[in-house]
């Protein structure tokens, strides 16, 4: 089993609806989740943290964490074509206190107009 | 916030020659930096972890003599790919984590390699 599991997708959502990504996570030692967003030749870039359970919303952005069943999502309301990437979730690793984190293999969404 | 930068963002060199990677924490010290790697539609791959002050702790698969790793301060780590030949021409990251050891990674902007 991978650490941290994600669809690869593709992910075809409509402009305008809410776009759904998950992830789950085999430690359940982790603390910190992330997820990251990624355009085609360019490094990853933080969208959203969050470290307890329950939902964190940032502008069009909202996060779920629930530890219990090691699951974590991503939500992005009125999706736009500009959201096309691929979203990342990564997972710190609870041993040491290095800031390594696991990333999962990415989810490509796609957002049509 | 924490930015990272990265140098140089592109090179085109012929095989067999050497070519280093830098990459700087601007506003934040780190004493891990991290360095991955991203062939064309796949997923993230670590390779190494790199330590101030000390040897870098590579991946399992990752040539240790291939790819050299040094730290020598809390604000840069530097990557270099020895002989490089064509099937190392690949997507180079760096990252440092936010101080503290919870925190997100912070991503260079990348450094694309083409080896002719």
């Known amino acids: 089993q991978k650490e941290v599991e994600q669809n690869s997708g593709p992910l075809s959502v409509p402009e305008g609806a809410i776009a759904s990504l998950n992830c789950t996570y085999s430690?359940?030692?982790?603390?910190?989740f992330f997820w990251y967003r990624q355009y085609s030749g360019k490094s990853p870039e933080l969208i959203m943290s969050?470290?307890?359970?329950g939902d964190k919303e940032d502008g069009r952005f909202t996060a779920q964490l629930n530890k219990a069943s090691q699951y974590v999502s991503l939500l992005i309301r009125d999706s736009q074509p500009s959201d096309s990437a691929t979203y990342l979730c990564?997972?710190?690793?609870?041993?040491?206190?290095?800031?390594?984190?696991?990333f999962g293999q990415g989810t490509t969404l796609q957002v049509k107009p | 916030g924490a930015v990272v930068s990265q140098h140089p963002s592109r090179v085109i060199c012929k095989s067999g020659t050497s070519v280093k990677i830098e990459c700087r924490s601007l506003?934040?010290?780190?004493?891990?930096m991290f360095w991955y790697r991203q062939f064309p539609k796949q997923s993230l791959m670590l390779m190494a972890t790199?330590?101030?002050?000390?040897?870098?702790?590579?991946e399992q698969g990752v040539e240790k003599d291939k790819f050299l790793i040094n730290h020598a301060s809390l604000t840069l780590s530097t990557l270099t790919v020895t002989s490089a030949h064509p099937e190392d021409s690949s997507f180079y990251i760096c990252?440092?984590?936010?101080?503290?050891?919870?925190?997100?990674?912070?991503f260079g902007d990348g450094t694309r390699l083409s080896i002719l």
């Open positions: 990252s440092a984590p936010a101080p503290g050891g919870r925190g997100p990674q912070h």
């Open positions: 430690d359940r030692g982790s603390q910190s």
């Open positions: 969050i470290y307890s359970n």
């Open positions: 990564a997972v710190n690793t609870p041993s040491g206190n290095t800031g390594k984190l696991i």
């Open positions: 506003d934040f010290q780190a004493t891990t």
């Open positions: 790199s330590n101030e002050g000390s040897k870098a702790t590579y």
